[in-house]
Every structure is written in structure tokens, then in C-alpha cells.
């Protein structure tokens, strides 16, 4: 009954400590930022700072932009304005760090 009872105390604390949990157990799994909502018109390109593909595991693809006030709209995948703006800043963004200027020697 002792080494029941002992057995059974090292089972239960190793459960309480282990970290490793299955990924279907998990319950925080979902990316932080999907959209649901989208905004339909354009927005000056100049008060564009940035822009990201939402998480592949979201529902709805999507484009994130930020603004110069931090603000974050969503623009569906689909919406050109979205799209060209998407390829311009990563192509300049992919161009300048190819550049002579930038590379450390």
C-alpha cells in the first residue's frame, strides 16, 4: 500500500511539473492578429508605415496596414490597393538591404 501510495504521489507531481502538454491540448494556439472586419477604401500612401500578411492559420487572408498614428486596418488579400502596396514596400524594403551602402564590410 506504501509503494501505492508513493507511486501514485511521484505520478501526480510529475504531471503538476512537467511543461510538456500535446499541441492538441493546447488551448492558446490561435496567431494574435486575424482579421474579421475589412476596410474598403484607400488610404494616402504616405500615411501607410507598414504592412503584413496575417497569420496563415487565420481564417480570412488578409493584409494588416499600419498607419503613422499606429492605428491597424484590415484590407482582404483580394483588394488591389492592398496588394500593390504590399509588393512596393517589400520590394523597396528587399532592394535597400541589397545595397552596397548598407552591407558592413
Request: charged share 15%; proline share 4%.
Amino acid at each position: 500500500m506504501k509503494l501505492f501510495c508513493f507511486t501514485l504521489g511521484l505520478l501526480l507531481l510529475t504531471a503538476c511539473c512537467c511543461n510538456a502538454m500535446p499541441e492538441a491540448l493546447q488551448f492558446n494556439t490561435a496567431p494574435g492578429n486575424c482579421c474579421f472586419n475589412f476596410f474598403t477604401r484607400r488610404l494616402p500612401a504616405k500615411r501607410v508605415v507598414n504592412v503584413t500578411k496575417t497569420h496563415s492559420s487565420c481564417l480570412n487572408k488578409a493584409f494588416i496596414v499600419q498607419t503613422i498614428k499606429g492605428k491597424q486596418i484590415c484590407y482582404r488579400q483580394t483588394f488591389q490597393w492592398a496588394l500593390g502596396v504590399y509588393k512596393k514596400l517589400h520590394s523597396d524594403q528587399s532592394s535597400s538591404l541589397h545595397s552596397p551602402a548598407l552591407i558592413a564590410v
